[in-house]
């Protein structure tokens, strides 16, 4: 019986510098070590079949990554508790490798859209390392999105980065190393970058710690009465 599960994980530590297609492959030694079947595609080369989300830059955390796996159960397995979505998620979080650790999983319906095709923002958390007052980044980042227009190139194409930026905060903090919190656009034909932001604001992007905390999905419509 086969079943699709998205997972929300958190991807960090040593993890943070393994490239989105070796972090597949980890996915699927990890869920093999568990002993459940993963289904695998049809055709002349099968493979598991699975969709991650949208590719974190190396070197960056992800605290709310998101990935569809689907699994391939015995009949026999339908009424199993390993087959409730608490005891998956525990049973593999055991297999999983240090700085991958599963924080939701959820049975979702087999046809559902892509999961890359749902994902509508992404919010993201800047520390710059260097000194700087909370004050001054958030009056920064005002002056930034009262521009009319942030043209900059992507790839030797000029783009617009204001219609990405969806809303921001300096989040509180004790030190001298304020986090500014983003929320970008993240869809196939609107991508926003924090690191292109704070390149704007003139700060070395080399100098910040990015990472990704949330992932936001579309909602879906409510159904009229």
């Known amino acids: 019986m086969v079943e699709r599960y998205r997972i929300t994980y958190e991807k960090k530590d040593a993890l943070r510098y393994v490239s989105h297609l070796d972090l597949q492959k980890i996915w699927i030694r990890t869920v093999l070590r568990t002993g459940i079947q993963l289904f695998f595609t049809q055709g002349f080369h099968p493979a598991p079949k699975m969709a991650p989300g949208w590719p974190l830059a190396l070197g960056w955390a992800g605290y709310g990554e998101m990935i569809d796996l689907w ?3 015995p009949e026999e397995e339908v009424t199993s508790e390993n087959r409730t979505e608490a005891g998956l998620m525990a049973k593999i979080n055991q297999s999983c490798p ?31 390392k260097t000194p700087v007052s909370p004050d001054y980044l958030r009056d920064q980042m005002e002056a930034l999105m009262a521009r009319p227009t942030i043209e900059r190139k992507r790839r030797n194409k000029p783009y617009d980065l204001k219609p990405l930026i969806e809303g921001f905060q300096v989040l509180p903090s004790q030190s001298d190393q304020p986090v500014l919190e983003i929320q970008m656009a993240a ?32 909602q879906s419509p409510v159904p009229e009465e």
């Open 187 to 218: 869809r196939d034909s609107a991508m926003g970058r924090p690191d292109e932001v704070m390149a704007e604001l003139g700060y070395d992007v080399n100098e910040v710690v990015f990472a990704r905390t949330r992932l936001i999905l579309k």
């Open 98 to 128: 240090p700085g991958l650790k599963i924080t939701e999983l959820k049975l979702i319906p087999i046809y559902d859209p892509a999961l890359t095709t749902v994902i509508e923002s992404a919010v993201y958390h800047a520390r710059i």
């Open 71 to 73: 699994f391939d159960f």
